[in-house]
């Protein structure tokens, strides 16, 4: 199993490849962050699933600054599937800022500093599995 897949999207004569994270390696992350939470939760006593949405949040926010560099590169098929991509995960961008900001109000501190250590997991995660690298011939 492969945690790469390259997907050409290009026009052939342009001779471009995207390599995004395939999906084995994102659900492979996937696991690894619920087992985290799953563990932390155990060792601390805390609830909750906040390390979850907040490391998917960094995923996400690697996938919107890769995705908006890779566009123009992109064939206008791909463009378009990528664009629903992205406008779903801006969706969920918007929902996880909302629940960050109501978090950071309400509950004590380290709450907010373990939702930002989530976020730079996530992000940890995406670089570590590859971002999008436009490559060209």
């Given at each position: 199993?492969?945690?790469?897949?390259?997907?050409k999207y290009a026009a052939p004569e342009e001779g471009q490849?995207?390599?995004i994270p395939s999906y084995f390696a994102s659900c492979a992350c996937f696991l690894f962050v619920v087992a985290?939470?799953?563990t932390l939760c155990l060792a601390v006593k805390c609830s909750g699933v906040s390390?979850?949405?907040?490391?998917?949040l960094g995923w996400m926010l690697m996938l919107m600054r890769c995705s908006n560099e890779a566009m123009s590169q992109l064939s206008q098929q791909a463009s378009l599937k990528l664009n629903v991509a992205l406008s779903r995960a801006k969706v969920v961008f918007g929902i996880?800022?909302?629940?960050l900001l109501y978090y950071a109000v309400v509950a004590e501190g380290i709450t907010t500093v373990a939702h930002l250590c989530a976020i730079v997991l996530g992000i940890v995660?995406?670089?570590?599995?590859?971002?999008i690298i436009i490559h060209l011939r």
């Open positions: 199993l492969s945690l790469m897949k390259t997907s490849t995207v390599a985290f939470q799953i390390i979850i949405w907040c490391s998917i996880d800022t909302i629940a995660l995406w670089m570590g599995t590859k971002k």
